[in-house]
T-cell receptor, first 114, second 110 residues
């Protein structure tokens, strides 16, 4: 049973560039959430996708956008990268039913901005 | 919005001892409280969770207690083992948000 998979595992970008991160949910899950985890901190909720729509959003600027595909996989896009965007980006999947459902996390994409 | 505080930030125990990590939350509408374990280079792994209609839940060596009146919940690990060493995060989920604590680095000394 495949868990949550994320790609790439590591990425280096420069300020002002754009990046796309990808996530495949755990088999049987239809909801995908994205988090940003800065070094030494807890994950911060970016947004959640269900039925190809953004269902909920945390306190992140519009530079952060996403997409969910019919097969439930998802992408996180970040435009106009800033140094402060350097972090571990985590994807979590769950079953429909709201944000308060058990979430299964992938191992993340480590994004470094130079 | 929800604010979750987690204590202590670091915890060191001897193998076989118990470890307790405490979290407080601010939003009385929060109704789901999971705990995650994160090992180096890995994503958070759900280890136990509790909903607001339950006061305590146990799973082998791990237990979670919830005090809705005081708005705090705790993780209890008994008979700790070196493989329990990791960073532990609590989280509180109101109906429209989700917030994590800052984490507790647990070290179990053999």
């Amino acid at each position: 049973d495949a868990g949550v998979t994320q790609s790439p595992t590591h990425l280096i970008k420069t300020r002002g560039q754009q990046v796309t991160l990808r996530c495949s949910p755990k088999s049987g899950h239809d909801t995908v959430s994205w988090y940003q985890q800065a070094l030494g901190q807890g994950p911060q909720f970016i947004f959640q996708y269900y039925e190809e729509e953004e269902r909920q959003r945390g306190n992140f600027p519009d530079r952060f956008s996403g997409h969910q595909f019919p097969n439930y996989s998802s992408e996180l896009n970040v435009n106009a990268l800033l140094l402060g965007d350097s972090a571990l980006y985590l994807c979590a999947s769950s079953l429909a039913g709201g944000v308060n459902q058990p979430q299964h996390f992938g191992d993340g994409t480590r994004l470094s901005i130079l | 919005g929800e604010n979750v505080e987690q204590h202590p930030s670091t915890l060191s125990v001897q193998e076989g001892d118990s470890a307790v990590i405490k979290c407080t939350y601010s939003d009385s509408a929060s109704n789901y409280f999971p705990w995650y374990k994160q090992e180096l280079g890995k994503g958070p792994q759900l280890i136990i969770d509790i909903r607001s209609n339950v006061g305590e839940k146990k799973d082998q060596r791990i237990a979670v207690t919830l005090n809705k009146t005081a708005k705090h919940f705790s993780l209890h690990i008994t008979e700790t083992q070196p493989e329990d060493s990791a960073v532990y995060f609590c989280a509180a989920y109101p109906p429209d948000d989700m917030r994590f604590g800052a984490g507790t680095r647990l070290t179990v000394k053999p």
